[in-house]
C-alpha cells in the first residue's frame, strides 16, 4: 500500500501503482540473479505484487512464495520479516517509504537481528527520506553480491540510526527511522498531511534541505546527514528565528516558526513533555498523557552504499574479471 495513502492527494505527489511495483520488484530481481543469487523469497498479499513480478520471468532460481496471513495492517510486513528471517534470509530488498521501512526494522529488533541484516530500500512510498531514488536493477546486482557474501570486505555499509521511544507512564515502547513529531490538538490514526500549526517538537535522525516532509524543516536550519552520529532537535514556535516555507508533503509547502534546533549525540534521551500526539515517521500511532523518552542509537541493519559497491566490486575484478589490482579500501 506504500505510496497510495490520501496523504498523496492531499499533496501533489503521483501515485505509486501496483504495476509500476511488479516491474520495481522484477529489475531487482533481474540483477541479484546476474550475480548469482539462487533463492529469492516473497511474501504472497492481496495484488500478488511480487508473486506475479516473478512468475513468468523464467529466473533459473528458486522462487519461494511464502503464504501468511494479511491483516492488511503494518502487522503484514513485520511477520514477513520474521519468516524470511527463519528461512535464513539477511539481505532484504524494500519497496516503501519510511513508514514501510520502519515496520521492516521494527521487525528486525524485535527479533533481534539488526546486527546480522543488509537492507536494500528502495523508494515508492509517500515521505522518502530512509529509502533511496536507485534504478532498481542496479539495487538486485548489489543484493546479490551482498547475499553471496562478496561485499563482506567491502566496508560501504552502515547502521542506521533508529529513535527509539518510551513512554514512562504506560512502559510502551516503539521506534521510528526519520523523524519523531509531538503534535497538539490532534489524533491517533488521522492520514492527512500534518498541519505545520500543531507541530509542537520534533527529533530528527536526517536534517537534510533536499528532502521533504518533517527532515527539511530542522535540514534548512542545520544539516545532520545519515552518517553523522548525531539527532537534531528542533522546538517550533516564535522566537528570534524568522518564519520560512518547507515542502512538508510532496509539492505542498507550509509557512514553519521554529524557536530552536540544537543537535543531540547519539544514546542522549530527550523529553517530550505535555500531552499530544506522537507520529513516528508520518504515522500518528502514540497517544501521550505525561510525555515520552526519544533516543537516537545507531543500532538498526546495514544499508549498503549502492553506487560506492558497485564501483568497489569493479575494482576487485568481481564482476567482469577486471585485470585491475584489487584494493581493501
Do not use: Y
Amino acid at each position: 500500500m506504500s505510496g497510495r495513502d490520501v496523504r498523496r492527494l492531499a499533496a501533489r505527489a503521483s501515485n505509486m501503482t501496483h504495476e509500476a511495483k511488479r516491474d520495481i520488484v522484477a529489475r531487482i530481481a533481474a540483477g541479484a540473479v546476474a550475480m548469482g543469487v539462487t533463492d529469492i523469497f516473497v511474501a504472497a498479499e492481496p495484488f500478488r505484487i511480487a508473486s506475479m513480478a516473478l512468475e513468468h520471468m523464467g529466473l533459473d532460481v528458486g522462487v519461494h512464495v511464502l503464504d501468511l496471513a494479511v491483516s492488511n495492517t503494518a502487522t503484514d510486513t513485520e511477520q514477513a520479516v520474521a519468516a524470511f528471517l527463519e528461512r535464513g534470509c539477511t539481505t532484504f530488498a524494500s519497496l516503501g517509504g519510511d513508514g514501510t521501512n520502519r515496520a521492516i526494522v521494527r521487525a528486525l529488533h524485535g527479533a533481534g537481528r539488526c546486527e546480522d541484516v543488509h537492507l536494500l530500500p528502495v523508494s515508492t512510498g509517500t515521505n522518502n527520506v530512509f529509502p533511496v531514488l536507485v534504478e532498481p536493477t542496479v539495487a538486485g546486482m548489489v543484493a546479490g553480491l551482498q547475499a553471496a557474501g562478496r561485499l563482506d570486505d567491502a566496508g560501504l555499509a552502515h547502521r542506521c540510526k533508529v529513535l527509539h521511544v518510551r513512554d514512562p507512564r504506560t512502559g510502551r515502547a516503539d521506534l521510528g527511522l526519520i523523524d519523531a513529531v509531538l503534535l497538539r490538538e490532534d489524533f491517533v490514526g488521522n492520514l492527512l498531511p500534518f498541519d505545520a500549526g500543531k507541530i509542537d517538537k520534533l527529533m530528527l535522525t536526517r536534517a537534510e534541505p533536499d528532502a521533504v516532509g518533517m527532515s527539511p524543516i530542522g535540514g534548512m536550519l542545520k544539516v545532520v546527514a545519515a552518517q553523522d552520529d548525531a539527532a537534531l532537535l528542533v522546538e517550533m514556535g516564535a522566537g528570534s528565528l524568522p518564519p520560512f516555507s518547507a515542502p512538508l508533503s510532496p509539492g505542498s509547502f507550509q509557512r514553519v516558526q521554529v524557536r530552536s534546533v540544537a543537535q543531540v549525540a547519539l544514546d542522549v534521551p530527550v523529553l517530550f513533555s505535555g500531552s499530544g500526539v506522537l507520529a513516528l515517521d508520518g504515522d500518528r500511532e502514540l497517544a501521550l498523557e505525561g510525555g515520552a523518552e526519544v533516543t537516537a542509537r545507531r543500532d538498526g541493519p546495514w544499508l549498503p552504499d549502492i553506487a560506492a559497491a558497485m564501483r568497489w566490486a569493479v575494482a576487485q575484478g568481481i564482476i567482469a574479471g577486471s585485470h585491475t589490482n584489487p584494493t581493501r579500501s
